[in-house]
Each structure stands twice: as structure tokens, then as C-alpha cells.
């Protein structure tokens, strides 16, 4: 076997910090007929058999537990061409310790040629192993084979339903997972929880099972596993085993036709596809130092992510989010999400200051606005503006904070990309990230990238805009991919302040933020509704209500707003019966502005206008009056404003 190299996580604690070693072969021997090579693998053993002739690709097999359990599936794969891989993380139940070493093992053995996906091999406790590790890459896993495989702990070690369980190892699972007995009754991460993932990523599984274990019951185990895997759409398949004599209560039993099996690992496992590297969808300008200074030195860390729907929803976040606690396991951890249905790079900049700077010292950011910018219609200058603010906004008050923007794919960026242009708006938002140093993740691009190579269809996988679970797979994969090749590639831990350089447009909006509608002076009409909250049905978005509205429903009803910044704008709910504006500012030219828009129809929209952002910074007044038209589809003149915005 070839010269290997580790790179390892080292902490009194946890594994966290990189450090490059060499793995120590500690031996040669002969398994099963086949060669096996033994090594230290940062003080834990770790071996791998190698078959008589490999197959291309180098498919494996990874075995959780009991390695030298029912062998024979894996001599037959072994035969066939197949690898077979086992790490010592004995008695550590699944957790997240467990999976930082499996993460490690997992990126070394494909960094020695090994296929990014695996087939995992997972035996009676060993199938906390397994589910818990494929759950959060599913992108990683090529199918599941699981024997009498714990699915709860609270059947096994637990012994709270049928199971008598094994009192011992139910105090070491407690000690593991440092949760009191009452927190792993209500732990939800066992492999029964959570199959969302691994459904939408078509990952296989296959359980052989002895239909009297009393040990791991199937009721309490398998059962709902499958029960619930099949109703997320998941492919599952139950082999009980019935034919000849079984122990142990029924949960040690003679494998039947083992060549099914391994023929199930085989198909979903060979030939093996080849994935395109998230690496090569990534651009790293400053690095993650800072925050991971945070992060493995001070134990403290917030992360704040801010973008549109894609980003407030259920997702790539969330996945995010849990690999940070579980590479930083000693860590306090705030996250915010600040993400709005709706917004782009311009609401971002003036919302920046509320919803994110407000909470306190930012140490890791995360900003995507590329397909609202585009549906929303703002131009290239506005787009360069509204994320210039965003990230000079950040910088000004954070210098520390570490930034990462993303862009996200549409169908129309695909079009684009296949056609050899780069969309606007990410040649817009890169703009500003070469000018400030900060990371780029091209999601975009690395969607269209990986269905033209095959790896997966927009129609059946991805589905749309807003991802499918699938899709969201894909985007954490790829976004923890930089992560980890960042914090892997920290050397010296040294904050350094990030440079905030000259500004790309003068006019941007590095000091936008939100000025109280009670700050406007009522000339005729308007009225301010403190806790607004439409009354006609339509919808809203969550932020945007119960908060104070200044609303004018008349033709003619006036006020001014005096203000002091460089641009002036208004923060609008644009409904049903949305009119029109007409305003001027400083006695200027009076001009007017339609408010509704293509969704007010059903939704009282939140919608940015920038009135004016060629100002001087000084004082300056604002007045607003209702036109006498509206657009031929509103329902009614009424303007409800609920911030004014400003750039300082």
C-alpha cells in the first residue's frame, strides 16, 4: 500500500486542531484470505483489506462494529473487487465525538483514492454508527446495510420499552453524550430521527433482522425505521432471517444468502461516479482565522446568516449550523438567522443593523442575495450598492468577522452559465467581494456544473429555486467543504483585523439602517397603526407584521419626514390595494412611484424603495403624498410604510 498521510484533529477534549502526521503501519496480516494492513491512526486502530484486484474507482465497504462479525458479505465484495475499512470508536454510541473521527477517517481514506461514497456496514449498536454519520452525509453514502441494528437508544442501551436493555452500557451512553438519563429520553437524533436527508438523497438501506430479537426488538427498532424511511420515500428493504438457529434471544442469527446482500452493496455501490470537487467552486480570499480563533480558543462563537427565503428556511442552514457545534463541541454557540423571504442585497444593507449588527459581535457571516437581486428587479448599480453596504456595513463594525457570500442557483443562472456568460448579478456581488477580501461559495455554478456531468437532474433532485431536501444537501456539502478546508489549513492562530478598503461606489449604502416611521411629521391624513396586521386575508411575511405601520389610505394625505444621510428610501408593505406615491425631496422635483408589484395581488409584500441616493450628507426633508391614480389592478391608494430607510 502506498505512503499515507493523516491529517488529524488534536484537543484535550475534542478533535479540532490540524496537524499533519504520518500513519504508523503497525502491521500485515492475512484476513479472511486476504491482505490486511493495520495501522495507528492517531492512537486509534484502524485497518483496511485490500481485495485480490481492485476495481476501478476503489468502491469500500465501512464497517461501524463487530469487524470480524459475519464475514461473509464482505470476503465476497472483497472478491468482487471491493475494499473494506474499519476505525476502532468503540463504545462511543454515535456521537459526536465519534463522528468527528469518521469525518476525518472518511476525508483521508478518499484522499488516498478511496470513492467519495461508501457503503456502510453497521451491526447491532454499530447502527448508530452508520445512520447517525450517513444523516449528515448522505451525499457521502452509497447505501446502508444494517443486522439487527439499534435504531433508539431508548430500546437499547435503555431497556424503556421492551428491550431489557443493558443498564451499563445505558450510564457509558449518558457519560458519552454528557446527557442526563431525562435528556436521552428526549434525544432526537437517533438513526429513527431525522431521515429527511437520506430519503431525498436516494440512499438505500437494507436490514437483515431476526424477527424474536429480544435484545434490539424490532418494534422499538427496525420497524420504525422503515415504517417511517418509506413514508419520506425512502427505498428500505427488511431481510428476516428465519431459517436456522438463533441466540442470544433471537438477536444472533446464521446470515441466509449472503450473496443477496453483498450483490445490493455492489449495485448501489459499482460502477463508481465520480463527483466533480466542491473546491473547485470556491474562492478563498481572507481565510477563516478569526473566527476560528473563536471558535477553538475562546469557546464562544456567533454566526449570523443573512439572504432570502433560501436562507430563512429549513436547510443547508441547519446542517451548517450542526457541523459548527460538532467541530466545536466545547463551544457556545449563537446563531442568527436573518434571513427574510423577499430581500436582496438592498433591504440587506439597510436591515443589516437590526436584524444582525444589533445582536452583538459577529464572528462568522454568511450572505447570499444573487436570486432576489435578479427577481426583484433592482439594477446592476443598485446591486453593487446594496451588497457593497452590506459587507462594508459589517466590516466598519466587525473587522474581525469573517464573511462568506454565496450565490445561489435559479434557472436562469443555469441558462446563463451554460451559455458561457456569468449571470450580472454575481459578476455584480463578486465586485465587491475581490475588492474586500471576502470568500466566495458559487453555488450557482456548481449546481449547473454537477448536472451537466450527470451527478443529478434539476427536475427529479434539486426541483427548484427554493432547494429540495436534496438540494439543500448540496449546498451544505459544499459550503462545510469550505469550511473544513479552511479551518483546515489554519496554521497559526493569530486575529487579524480584515482591511476595509476603498469604496468600489460612493453611493453605496455602508451606513444604512432603519429610522422609526414616528419620526414623520403628518401634514394631512396618515395615521400610525402600532401593532399593524392586515385585515383582508392576504398574506404577510412574519417580520413585517405586528410592528408599528405608518399607513395613509386617501388620495392627497401628506407628510414630510426629515432625515439626515446620503440616501433616502421607504420600507413598504405592498398589498392588494397598494397606490402610488408622489414625493420630493428638499422642494425638488416632485416625482411618483408605483407600489404595487406582480405579487400584491395576494401578499402584502415587504418592498424596499430607494427614493434617493445621490445626496449630500446633510439635512434634508422628505415629502410623501398620495397620488390620485393607482394601478388599474389595486383595489385601493394605501401606502403603509414600516421603516424609513437611511444611509448615513
Known amino acids: 500500500m502506498s505512503k499515507w498521510i493523516l491529517v488529524v484533529f488534536i484537543s484535550l477534549v475534542s478533535i479540532q486542531r490540524v496537524d499533519a502526521q504520518k500513519v504508523s503501519l503497525v502491521k500485515k496480516d492475512n484476513w479472511h484470505g486476504f491482505v490486511r494492513q493495520t495501522f495507528d491512526f492517531e492512537g486509534r486502530e484502524a485497518w483496511v483489506v485490500e481485495p485480490t484486484k481492485q476495481l476501478q474507482g476503489k468502491p469500500w465497504i465501512w464497517k461501524a462494529y463487530f469487524p ?85 437508544v431508548k430500546s437499547w442501551p435503555g431497556g424503556k420499552g421492551k428491550s431489557k436493555g443493558s443498564p451499563l452500557d445505558w450510564q457509558l451512553l449518558q457519560q458519552h453524550l454528557n446527557f442526563s438519563e431525562s435528556q436521552v429520553m428526549e434525544y432526537a437524533d437517533n438513526p429513527v430521527d431525522g431521515l429527511e436527508g437520506l430519503a431525498a438523497c436516494n440512499v438505500p438501506v437494507l436490514h437483515s433482522i431476526g424477527l424474536n430479537d429480544k435484545i434490539v426488538p424490532n418494534d422499538e427498532n427496525s420497524f420504525v425505521l422503515a415504517d417511517r424511511y418509506v413514508k419520506l420515500g425512502g427505498i428500505v428493504t427488511l431481510m428476516p432471517m428465519t431459517r436456522s438457529q438463533q441466540q442470544l434471544e433471537g438477536h444472533h442469527f446464521v446470515i441466509e444468502h449472503p450473496e443477496r446482500i453483498a450483490d445490493f452493496i455492489y449495485s448501489n455501490s459499482y460502477p463508481v461516479q465520480q463527483m466533480l470537487p466542491s473546491a473547485n467552486f470556491h474562492v478563498q480570499r481572507s481565510g477563516l482565522q478569526n473566527s476560528y480563533h473563536r471558535f477553538a480558543k475562546e469557546k464562544v462563537g456567533r454566526v449570523a446568516f443573512m439572504g432570502g427565503s433560501i436562507t430563512e428556511g429549513k436547510g443547508w442552514r441547519e446542517y451548517v449550523c450542526q457541523y459548527l457545534q460538532q467541530r466545536f463541541p466545547d463551544t457556545k454557540f449563537e446563531f442568527i438567522n436573518a434571513g427574510i423571504s423577499s430581500t436582496g442585497s438592498t433591504p440587506g444593507a439597510f436591515r443589516l443593523q437590526q436584524d444582525v449588527l444589533s445582536k452583538g459581535q459577529i464572528d462568522l457571516f454568511f450572505e447570499e442575495a444573487a436570486v432576489n437581486d435578479r427577481t426583484n428587479g433592482f439594477n446592476n448599480q443598485a446591486q453593487v450598492r446594496g451588497m457593497e453596504g452590506i459587507i462594508r456595513h459589517m466590516r466598519i463594525v466587525n473587522p474581525m468577522a469573517d464573511i462568506i457570500m454565496m450565490h445561489c442557483v435559479d434557472p436562469d443562472k443555469m441558462k446563463e452559465y451554460r451559455q458561457g456568460v456569468i449571470p450580472a448579478e454575481i459578476q455584480n456581488h463578486e465586485r465587491v467581494a475581490e475588492a474586500y477580501g471576502v470568500n466566495t461559495i458559487h453555488l450557482a455554478r456548481e449546481v449547473t456544473s454537477r448536472i451537466d456531468a450527470g451527478e ?40 487579524v483585523a480584515h482591511v476595509l478598503p476603498r469604496m468600489i461606489d460612493p453611493d453605496s449604502y455602508g451606513g444604512g439602517q432603519y429610522v422609526a416611521v414616528d419620526q414623520a411629521t403628518f401634514i394631512k391624513g396618515w ?122
Open 68 to 152: 470480524d462479525w459475519h464475514t461473509d458479505i464482505d470476503s465476497i465484495l472483497l472478491s468482487r473487487g471491493f475494499h473494506l475499512a474499519y476505525l476502532q470508536t468503540n463504545d462511543m454510541f454515535g456521537s459526536a465525538l465519534a463522528m468527528q473521527w469518521w469525518n476525518l477517517f472518511h476525508k483521508w481514506m478518499t484522499g488516498n483514492g478511496f470513492a467519495e461514497r461508501v457503503a456502510l456496514e453497521g451491526i447491532s449498536r454499530g447502527g448508530l454508527y452508520v445512520y447517525n454519520w450517513a444523516k449528515r452525509n448522505p451525499l457521502k453514502v452509497s447505501c446502508i446495510y444494517a443486522e439487527a441494528p439499534v435504531c433508539d
Open 456 to 495: 443529478f437532474s434539476w427536475e427529479r433532485d434539486f426541483k427548484d429555486l427554493h432547494p429540495s431536501p436534496f438540494g439543500h444537501h448540496i449546498y451544505s456539502n459544499s459550503i462545510r467543504s469550505f469550511l473544513e478546508k479552511a479551518y483546515d489549513s489554519i496554521e497559526t492562530i493569530k486575529p
Open 527 to 648: 395615521r400610525i397603526e402600532p401593532n399593524w396586521m392586515p385585515k383582508d386575508g392576504a398574506g404577510t411575511r412574519k417580520q413585517y407584521v405586528n410592528i408599528p405601520a405608518l399607513i395613509a389610505e386617501q388620495a392627497g394625505e401628506t407628510i414630510t419626514f426629515s432625515f439626515k444621510g446620503s440616501a433616502v428610501g421607504i420600507c413598504i408593505a405592498s398589498g392588494p390595494d397598494a397606490g402610488r406615491i408622489q414625493y420630493s425631496i428638499d422642494g425638488g422635483p416632485v416625482k411618483t412611484l408605483e407600489l404595487y408589484t406582480q405579487w400584491s395581488g395576494g401578499l402584502h409584500l415587504p418592498w424596499y424603495l430607494i427614493l434617493d441616493d445621490h445626496l449630500k450628507n446633510k439635512k434634508h426633508q422628505l415629502t410623501i403624498t398620495i397620488a390620485e391614480d393607482a394601478h388599474e389592478k389595486s383595489k385601493g391608494h394605501a401606502c403603509r410604510i414600516l421603516h424609513f430607510l437611511v444611509n448615513q
